[in-house]
């Protein structure tokens, strides 16, 4: 018999909850998993950043061999999250930096943490 752990029921929960929302047409603010899945949209999203900040941003989640400044902050902030968080899916799904995920992600909210901190 399987156990369940309160993480799994967690998990399980959330996904349920999910696939009613699409089945009723809830929204999220979020951009649409079409809009996602097309080039336009990440086009936007490097527009709102520019090619410095991005290869600043990314040199410093995945080299550390950079340091996003305020100006890049601004930037990425205007992006969004969403945006951020999507490229970096991005990223990780078609590179090989996706062994090294976790270690991204966790520079990712730790780059955002220090750039939304700047704002106030």
């Not at 959330?14 to 809830?26: N, Q, S, T, Y």
């Not at 649409?32 to 080039?39: A, R, T």
Request: proline share 2%; hydrophobic share 40%.
């Amino acid at each position: 018999m399987v156990k369940l752990t309160n993480l799994s029921t967690v998990a399980i929960l959330l996904v349920a909850i999910m696939a009613i929302a699409m089945k009723a047409g809830v929204t999220s603010a979020g951009p649409s998993p079409k809009e996602v899945l097309s080039d336009s949209y990440y086009e936007t999203c490097k527009s709102k950043v520019g090619k410095a900040c991005g290869i600043t941003i990314v040199s410093e989640m995945f080299f550390r061999n950079a340091t996003t400044d305020a100006s890049c902050c601004r930037k990425m902030l205007t992006m969004g999250k969403n945006c951020h968080a999507n490229m970096l899916g991005k990223i990780l799904n078609v590179s090989p930096f996706k062994e090294n995920k976790a270690l991204a992600l966790q520079r990712s909210r730790a780059i955002l943490a220090r750039c939304s901190s700047l704002k106030k």
